[in-house]
């Protein structure tokens, strides 16, 4: 009964209850990183804003019930990436300041990773809050990355490419594990079943596990002459893109389609941990072997799957390297942007704000944190 009754007050006087309902680590966040709608990576002397950014910022407003926030993001990105129109244009990837102008697209490229997120954000946040707007933006977003970001592989099924341009040559197609994630192919391929979602999210369980030789992910991977093979650039390299393959496994309900089988595939990364009392910041795919000491953010990235692993000490180590992290990320002004991110999506996990269905749903809380 009371939760109900919380449930009606949100959805009546969401403003209202906002302060009271606040997510703290959010709330830092936006102030911190988001000025007027755009999301700003001050790591870079030019002040950019990328596709990555305002999806991951849109997503975070979702799970905050912050409705003014998403709104101001959505329209930023809509007016400065997207040509002023979010259901005809994919994204641009990079935005920022140049010598020629105080703000600008630098590169026109749209990223696969952060289309989709803000796809299923926008189709999310439609259903959540009712807003036909978002809910249409959303699918229609969906399908143009299906028709321009996706391609067939001959006995692998259909693939998420990493940009409509730029990753194909005539013999070779290189691949970002951390692009593919589970949840939001599992959402499409229900949201819209008569398009190429369902081939997708088919294809997937056995794309994670196959490009990730000895149960370690690579940041990139090569698909040529018919059998996956390292990385022309990055060789077997597997660091600040393929943490997130972790994070996405470790978030998967336990009846998602092969949660269970992902989870064991992974878990090497948890015992390179274990033994190394620490996540490494790189590792070698092939030798299964491991270098340096991970940012905090990674160990944030590990959260999820750790909660669910029965490794009690280390998931309290990770937990106090991370608390130590963000005390001291307060005092590095923007210039900490993909550590705060991956620990807004651990953050939120950690303390229930954060669930997703089977078939991919999100499933906020927004009652966590209401006083």
Known sequence: MIRRCWALLLAMFPSVLWAECSWPAWQRFAE???????VIDGSDPRQITTSEGQSYAMFFALLANDRERFANLHAWTERHLAKGDLSTHLP??????????????LDANSAADSDTWIAYSLAEAGRLWGDH?????????????????TRV???????LMPAPEGFASD???RLNPSYWMPQIFSRFAELQPNSVWPELAAALPDL?????????SPDWVAWRQGAWRQDPKSGQRGSYDAIRVYLWVGMLHPEAKAAAALRDHFDVMLALTQERENVPEVVNI???????????????????????????????AQQQRVRNGRTNSDSLGQRDYYNRVLDLFADAWMTGRLRFSASGAVQPNWQAGCS
């Open 32 to 38: 911190q990183y988001i000025e007027n709608g755009r």
């Open 92 to 105: 641009a990837w990079l935005w920022g300041r140049s010598q020629e102008s105080g703000g600008a697209v």
């Open 133 to 149: 707007h978002y809910r249409s933006q959303g699918y229609f977003l969906a399908r143009h990355i299906a028709e321009q970001e």
């Open 153 to 159: 592989i001959d006995t692998v099924g259909r693939v």
């Open 171 to 173: 013999n070779t197609l």
């Open 208 to 216: 994670l596990r196959d490009t990730a030789a000895n149960g370690l």
């Open 286 to 316: 092939g030798s299964a072997t491991a270098r340096g000491n991970g940012p905090w953010g990674f160990s944030a990235a590990l959260l999820p799957m750790l909660s669910n692993s029965g490794k009690t000490t280390l998931l309290e």
